[in-house]
């Protein structure tokens, strides 16, 4: 799995998605790393779309499904 940065954000360092199995992985700035399960491949997107504030903008909606701390 390729992370891939998200300068844009203060909040997430990387991210990257597995679309065999729908999952969102977040590398945060704290250190962090999360998997999300059963995400949509456009949410994903939306975060890494290049646009301001994108864990303002997706944060609320990707934390609805299951999730785990895996680092």
Same mark, same amino acid.
């Given at each position: 799995?390729?992370?891939?940065? /998200? $300068? *844009?954000?203060?909040?997430?360092?990387?991210?990257?998605y597995?679309?065999?199995?729908? +999952?969102?992985?977040?590398?945060?700035?704290?250190?962090?790393?999360?998997?999300?399960?059963? /995400? $949509? *491949?456009s949410?994903?997107?939306?975060?890494?779309?290049?646009?301001?504030?994108?864990? +303002?903008?997706?944060?609320?909606?990707?934390?609805?499904?299951?999730?785990?701390?895996?680092?």
């Open positions: 799995m390729n992370l891939v940065p /998200v $300068p *844009q954000s203060t909040n997430v360092h990387a991210a990257g597995n679309a065999a199995t729908s +999952t969102l992985y977040a590398q945060f700035k704290n250190g962090g790393t999360y998997e999300y399960h059963g /995400v $949509p *491949q949410l994903f997107q939306e975060l890494t779309d290049g646009m301001p504030n994108p864990w +303002t903008r997706t944060g609320g909606r990707i934390r609805q499904y299951r999730y785990r701390k895996i680092a």
